[in-house]
C-alpha cells in the first residue's frame, strides 16, 4: 500500500462545476503540500497546509490530522484548470512522499 | 525574482556514458532537492541538502547516482554509466529551509533525460 494515495486518479468535468480532490495518507507528517503540473509544464505549489484550510482564489484545501486526510476542491472550474494535481507529505525528516496525481480535465 | 533554473532542458545520451545535471536555486535558498519523474510514474525524492550538513541521500536508487552542492548554492546531479531506466525528468526545487519547520518547495522546470 501506498503511503499517499489519492482519489480519483482521473476526473473530468464540465466548466463551473464544483471540483474535489482526495488525498489520504498512512504516517505522521509535519505538514502536506498540493502541487499542480500542467502537461509539458514545471510544478507550482499550491498550498502547503499543516492543520486546517486554507483558500486561495477559486482554490481551496483542508486538512484533517486526525483522520490522516486532505482535500482540494476548486470551484467555478476552468478549463485552465486541467493539469495534474499531487499531493505530497513531508514527513518527519526531509523528504517528500508523493501521490500518484489526479489528472483533471475540465471541458467548456 | 528569478526562479530555480535547471540545465539542460533536455539531454539525450547514450546508454553507458555520464551525464550531469545543474540546479541553480532560488538566491537565499538554504534547501535544495533532487527528485524523478519516471514516465507514467509518481514523484520520487532523491537527496536533499541544507546548508552544511550532510546530504539526506536515501533516496538515490543506486551508487551511480551522486549528487554535490557547491558554495551552498549550485547543484550537480551526476549519473554514471546510464541505463535506459534512469530515462526520466530530474526535478530540482529549493526552500529557504528546512529541518524542524516546513517550508513551501519552488520547482524548476526540470531536465528531460533520455538514454538510448
Known amino acids: 500500500k501506498n503511503e499517499v494515495e489519492q482519489s480519483p486518479q482521473n476526473l473530468t468535468a464540465q466548466e463551473g462545476e464544483f471540483i474535489t480532490i482526495n488525498c489520504s495518507y498512512s504516517?505522521?507528517?509535519?505538514?502536506l503540500h498540493w502541487l499542480q503540473q500542467h502537461p509539458g509544464g514545471g510544478i507550482v505549489s499550491l498550498f502547503m497546509?499543516?492543520?486546517g484550510k486554507k483558500k486561495h482564489g477559486r482554490l481551496i484545501a483542508t486538512i484533517n490530522i486526525q483522520e490522516k486526510h486532505s482535500s482540494l476542491h476548486i470551484t467555478a472550474s476552468h478549463p485552465r484548470d486541467s493539469a495534474v494535481y499531487i499531493c505530497?507529505?513531508?514527513?518527519?525528516?526531509?523528504?517528500?512522499?508523493f501521490g500518484a496525481g489526479t489528472i483533471l480535465r475540465v471541458k467548456s | 525574482g528569478a526562479g530555480v533554473s535547471q540545465s539542460p532542458s533536455n539531454k539525450v545520451t547514450e546508454k553507458g556514458k555520464d551525464v550531469e545535471l545543474r540546479c541553480d536555486p532560488i538566491?537565499?535558498?538554504?534547501?535544495l532537492y533532487w527528485y524523478r519523474q519516471s514516465l507514467g510514474q509518481g514523484l520520487e525524492f532523491l537527496i536533499y541538502?541544507?546548508?552544511?550538513?550532510?546530504?539526506?541521500k536515501s533516496g538515490l536508487p543506486s551508487d551511480r547516482f551522486s549528487a554535490e552542492r557547491t558554495g551552498g548554492s549550485v547543484s550537480t546531479l551526476t549519473i554514471q554509466r546510464t541505463q535506459q531506466e534512469d530515462s526520466a525528468v530530474y526535478l530540482c526545487?529549493?526552500?529557504?529551509?528546512?529541518?524542524?519547520?516546513?517550508?513551501?518547495?519552488?520547482f524548476g522546470p526540470g531536465t528531460r533525460l533520455t538514454v538510448t
Open positions: 526545487a529549493s526552500s529557504p529551509a528546512a529541518g524542524g519547520n516546513s517550508y513551501e518547495q519552488y
Open positions: 504516517v505522521g507528517i509535519s505538514a
Open positions: 497546509l499543516s492543520s
Open positions: 505530497a507529505v513531508r514527513e518527519y525528516g526531509n523528504k517528500l512522499v
Open positions: 538566491s537565499g535558498h538554504t534547501a
Open positions: 541538502f541544507q546548508g552544511n550538513s550532510a546530504p539526506d
